[in-house]
């Protein structure tokens, strides 16, 4: 057993165990320059080896009971998307339907697309279902799944997934279609791929972190409010 008994038991390992192996991961991209992998990718499987290969020595309770006190953090976090949306209120005025227009037609976009897309492929129905949200932040997401039929731990792990994609590929794929509006790559990155997605702008753009904080919340609360509406539509059509 690598750890004392004394340390597995308490709060602090949880906490330490997730910085110190995020610090690691990021210092192993820098260090090979591996820019393509955010380092969170590289630290949950770590994180769930030691766990493995530990147990029963360490439990994922005695690890979650530290590494939820960084899981309250989101909220906070979360909250202070405010202050981009404070600094680009004026330019977030002007757009608003811009803004509003271009996450309703994502929102539909990316439910028929996936609908479609689980019909070609022959996915069962719960499995399509789980799908649909998995563009929302993850509250949100898990609590449509359940609403429409879906599998709410299979959309989070959709959910998650889709951040680490977007965090990963959405700049590059956006500049490699040409785009160079901030507000644009802000609000797509924002509507597709939730918070995780989002936390890339934070070193690319003030005003790209604000717009895709708005479309954060308006997807969820466009596809709380369509996707009940164009499932049946859907079925019917397919």
Request: include cysteine; glycine fraction near 10%; proline fraction near 5%.
């Amino acid at each position: 057993m690598f750890f004392p008994e004394a340390l597995l038991n308490s709060p602090m390992f949880g906490i330490g165990l997730t910085i110190i192996v995020y610090v690691f991961c990021e210092l192993i991209v820098n260090r090979f320059e591996l820019n393509i992998i955010p380092p969170f990718v590289l630290a949950c499987p770590i994180i769930m080896g030691i766990i493995y290969f530990q147990s029963p020595h360490i439990t994922y309770e005695q690890y979650a009971a530290g590494a939820n006190f960084i899981n309250f953090l989101l909220g906070p976090a979360t909250v202070a998307l405010a202050l981009p949306l404070y600094r680009n209120r004026q330019t977030l005025k002007n757009n608003l339907a811009v803004i509003v227009s271009g996450v309703v037609v994502a929102t539909v976009i990316g439910i028929v697309s996936i609908f479609v897309c689980g019909k070609l492929f022959g996915a069962s129905e719960q499995v399509l279902l789980s799908l649909i949200p998995k563009s929302v932040t993850t509250p949100i997401a898990m609590d449509i799944s359940s609403v429409i039929g879906g599998i709410p731990s299979l959309t989070a792990a959709c959910v998650i997934f889709t951040g680490m994609f977007g965090s990963t590929f959405n700049h590059k794929i956006l500049s490699w279609l040409g785009f160079k509006n901030d507000i644009a790559i802000g609000l797509a990155i924002g509507a597709s791929s939730h918070g995780l997605g989002t936390s890339a702008c934070v070193n690319k753009s003030a005003l790209q972190l604000a717009i895709g904080g708005v479309a954060i919340g308006l997807t969820g609360i466009a596809t709380s409010i369509l996707a009940p509406l164009l499932l049946p539509l859907l079925t019917n059509l397919f």
